[in-house]
């Protein structure tokens, strides 16, 4: 069984951490540029049943968003569609 912590700040959102959220696995993409009502992209890693991006509030993050502390820093690549870029660790 997985030690999953919950999200205390959403300012401990980083993009080499893994989060699970409602049982699927994340990875933090952005925020948007919304001053009042901020919203928080994040996007699924591969092999997961759910593929869309997605969006949650500041109250969702912090009621549904753990953190996966073994998986962090184990994303594989990130392709765009310009360049691939390789994860070192």
Known sequence: ?????????????????????????????????SIKSPHYFFE?????????????NKDKVLRHCYEVPSLYCQHQAQITDKAIQQALF
């Open 44 to 56: 699924p890693l591969s092999h997961q049943k759910k593929t869309a991006t997605l969006k949650a």
């Open 1 to 33: 069984m997985q030690q999953l912590d919950l999200i205390g700040c959403v300012t401990l959102l980083t993009q080499s951490k893994t989060f699970s959220i409602d049982g699927t696995l994340y990875r933090y993409s952005h925020k948007s540029d």
